[in-house]
């Protein structure tokens, strides 16, 4: 297969530019407004707004924490406007920088501290989380593949989706922007494995990370799944990504929830945790400007032996079949075939990339004249799983 190029951080007119020259001025200023930051940390994130718009990669000073590991992975693109460097890559470093501007990593107080927290958080007390929970409740009685059907579509839709566990007439309505929809392949290859291991990599923290802990529960609890292993970031990233930190805040929203379906699923996966049927890796690849095809080799080996892997969100998915001008008609499962085990992608579609097509749907998507690529109206579920 020849290979696509990549997709650059600053194309004229492209959605990737617009994160960095629209939604990153928005962002440093939230985070600006969420701590009280020094003169110089504001200074520092301000100048790496400027670079990142207008100005060329400059790399970590030596002494950095991980400056070996980036100085390699950016060898032949220091020096480079960052407009030139692949999308991928230069938000990582961007989200990155960020971290060093507000010393995250430095000796002093502010030391380990999540710049994100306050929105995370915010998200998580919000009143619509304990409504959305409520409607767990409704889910006790229904039959097991409507039931399945409406875990899956939380865990993809997140935020978007009011966690959507009740077979509303809202959820069949976003059932009908599925794109592709793999999502009972899932349960055939469980079906087919005994006491299976599943691995799930997370994406965002907060309202969408509680779909993705009940879908777990559910694998756990009525799948037969032996043991879940649930793969998040060591530290902040891209904003609202899911930290060990957050994963525990979302426990504790459901072990406390006001509703009896939400409270047992908490007390069933903290339990889980205690027993390591549900257990937690932080790999520092996942904070990587990597593609998953280059994962070290004790990832790969983490990996291996899971009957499947979900891969959630759209970071994931881009870094999954790489982050390229890939015809969109281009079959997922060519893409993904070197991963080490079967996967299930979950993505709402919030950039560029898109594969797995077919001709009629992208002549008709075409012809709204809408961002369906990025406007995040539209959703993947598509699995490449062996017979």
């Keep these: 297969m020849t290979v696509a190029p990549p997709i650059l951080a600053g194309a004229p007119g492209s959605f990737a530019r617009g994160v ?3 939604r990153h001025p928005k962002l440093i200023e939230q985070v600006l407004a969420a701590h009280p930051y020094n003169a110089a940390a504001a200074a520092a994130l301000r100048e790496l707004l400027a670079e990142s718009t207008a100005g060329v990669l400059e790399p970590l000073v030596t002494t950095a924490e991980g400056a070996a590991h980036w100085s390699a992975w950016g060898a032949g693109l220091w020096g480079r406007p960052w407009a030139e460097v692949p999308f991928l890559w230069a938000e990582s470093y961007f989200y990155r920088r960020l971290l060093e501007a507000v010393g995250y990593f430095g000796p002093g107080p502010w030391r380990g ?23 767990l409740d409704g889910l006790v009685d229904i039959p097991l593949d409507k039931r399945r059907s409406a875990l899956l579509l939380s865990a993809l839709w997140g ?8 077979l509303t007439a809202g959820a069949n309505a976003r059932a009908t922007r599925l794109l592709v929809d793999d999502g009972d392949a899932l349960w055939s290859r469980l079906s087919r494995t005994t006491d299976p291991l599943v691995c799930v990599i997370a994406d965002n923290a907060g309202r969408e990370l509680l779909p993705d802990l009940i879908l777990i529960d ?6 037969a799944v ?9 530290r ?4 609202s990504d899911a930290t060990m930190t957050d994963v525990l805040a979302a426990l504790r929203v459901l072990r406390t929830a006001d509703t009896t379906a939400a409270r047992a699923v908490g007390q069933r996966l903290w339990a889980a945790v205690r027993e390591d049927r549900l257990v937690v890796r932080d790999h520092e690849f996942f904070c990587a400007p990597l593609p998953f095809h280059e994962m070290p080799a004790d990832l790969a080996t983490e990996f ?14 881009r870094r999954l079949v790489g982050d390229r001008h890939w015809p969109p008609t281009t079959p997922f499962a060519d893409l993904v075939d ?22 009629d749907q992208v002549r008709a998507l075409d012809a709204t004249g809408t961002p369906w690529r990025t406007s995040g109206e539209h959703a993947l579920i598509q699995a490449s799983v062996s017979a």
């Excluded at 501290?113 to 409607?135: H, N, Q, R, W, Y």
């Excluded at 559910?218 to 799948?223: E, R, V």
């Excluded at 902040?236 to 904003?239: E, K």
């Excluded at 299930?344 to 077919?358: C, E, F, Q, Y």
């Design 20 to 22: 960095f020259h629209d």
């Design 113 to 135: 501290i999540d710049p994100f927290a306050p929105t995370k958080a915010a998200e998580l007390a919000g009143p619509a989380v304990a409504d959305e929970l409520a409607a």
């Design 159 to 166: 935020n978007q989706a009011d966690l959507s566990f009740q």
């Design 218 to 223: 559910h694998l756990l609890t009525t799948a």
């Design 226 to 234: 032996a043991r879940v292993t649930l793969h998040v970031k060591p």
């Design 236 to 239: 902040p990233y891209y904003v």
């Design 304 to 317: 291996a032996g899971a009957a499947i892997t979900v891969v959630k969100g759209d970071l994931n998915y």
């Design 338 to 359: 070197y991963f080490p085990t079967p996967v299930l992608a979950l993505r709402t579609l919030k950039s560029d990339v898109a594969v797995g097509l077919t001709d």
